[in-house]
T-cell receptor, first 112, second 113 residues
């Protein structure tokens, strides 16, 4: 049972445009969410987080939106840069469980 | 501040052997989690430790075990290796688990022949 889903395995975007990566979850107990970027043969790099008491969090070019009623979160990257090309993972946790559930990732390719 | 370090970075073993991987968290971080990543899969949670106590364990066979020391360093052990254990093993640390970001190490690439 995949509780966190990233339904788009890949996404291509032109440099300078917006990249939108999506993530859906099924467990309504999840109350903290993370986004990571990962290059091959490296550990994931933390990008941005959001708690369930918020619906938006922004950090530079990265903004995460949370829609609790739809059990959906999205990561917006504006403007997209070639260096953003990587695999992006969302992760979710319910307080007291001490574990993050990760999605299977979306490979973003930013075209110069 | 130094990041999460994992040793060794690469490891080749044969079926039936056992292996121990090490993780040193960021200074001051007390929560350490382990994940397995295989091709085509996301990160699969193995276990989480805090103050030498395992607080949660993922859906893996008993061949996978771990521990945490008083300095927060952690080890994981896989006994009786199988071909399917070939993966990137990632360690992540955080100050405390809840409502905190996890910071990952570079991983240990284990190949089982």
């Amino acid at each position: 049972d995949q509780q966190v889903k990233q339904n788009s395995p890949s996404l291509s975007v032109q440099e300078g445009r917006i990249s939108i990566l999506n993530c859906d979850y099924t467990n309504s107990m999840f109350d903290y969410f993370l986004w990571y970027k990962k290059y091959p043969a490296e550990g994931p790099t933390f990008l941005i987080s959001i708690s369930s008491i918020k619906d938006k969090n922004e950090d530079g070019r990265f903004t995460v939106f949370l829609n609790k009623s739809a059990k959906h979160l999205s990561l917006h990257i504006v403007p997209s840069q070639p260096g953003d090309s990587a695999v992006y993972f969302c992760a979710a946790s319910a307080s007291g469980t001490y574990k993050y559930i990760f999605g299977t990732g979306t490979r973003l390719k930013v075209l110069a | 501040k130094a990041g999460v370090t994992q040793t060794p970075r690469y490891l080749i073993k044969t079926r039936g052997q056992q292996v121990t991987l090490s993780c040193s968290p960021i200074s001051g971080h007390r929560s350490v989690s382990w994940y397995q990543q295989t091709p085509g899969q996301g990160l699969q949670f193995l276990f989480e430790y805090f103050s030498e106590t395992q607080r949660n364990k993922g859906n893996f066979p008993g061949r996978f075990s771990g521990r945490q020391f008083s300095n927060s360093r952690s080890e994981m052990n896989v006994s009786t290796l199988e071909l399917g254990d070939s993966a990137l093993y990632l360690c992540a640390s955080s100050l405390e688990f809840s409502y905190n970001e996890q910071f990952f190490g570079p991983g240990t690439r284990l190949t089982v022949l």
